[in-house]
Nanobody, 125 residues
Framework: QVHVVESGGGLVQAGGSLRLSCTVSRGPFTRYTTGWFRQAPGKERDFVAAVDWSDTTTKYADSVKGRFTISRDDAGNTVHLQMSSLKPEDTAGYYC??????????????????WGQGTQVSVSS
């Protein structure tokens, strides 16, 4: 069973930075297409960023372009989301999701079968 674990959330002031990490393990592959989604109370789960399994393609929501960067470490099984210039509207639970060999539909939660438990990001004004 593929295991997805997020880390790195916390409380930060507006304009600050945080780095989230997502490690995918226990599956048959080392590298998975990995996406980050976020969900605020009472709202739907929204796409934030994704990187495909071969690191060929990255995709970002318009709301985070230029502020967030997604990357994969050399081992291949951990993906980071570097968040800068954070705004109060970035406050949400952030969830990591993984899929084997996903090459399209990065923004759709339904495309990812494996999910982590989430980590909270709170940005104060």
């Amino acid at each position: 069973q593929v295991h997805v674990v997020e880390s790195g959330g916390g409380l930060v002031q507006a304009g600050g930075s945080l780095r989230l990490s997502c490690t995918v393990s226990r599956g048959p592959f080392t590298r998975y297409t990995t996406g980050w989604f976020r969900q605020a109370p009472g709202k739907e789960r929204d796409f934030v960023a994704a990187v495909d399994w071969s690191d060929t393609t990255t995709k970002y929501a318009d709301s985070v372009k230029g502020r967030f960067t997604i990357s994969r470490d050399d081992a291949g099984n951990t993906v980071h989301l570097q968040m800068s210039s954070l705004k109060p509207e970035d406050t949400a639970g952030y969830y990591c999701a993984a899929a084997a060999f996903l090459n399209r539909d990065f923004t759709s939660p339904q495309a990812y079968p494996y999910w982590g438990q989430g980590t909270q990001v709170s940005v104060s004004s």
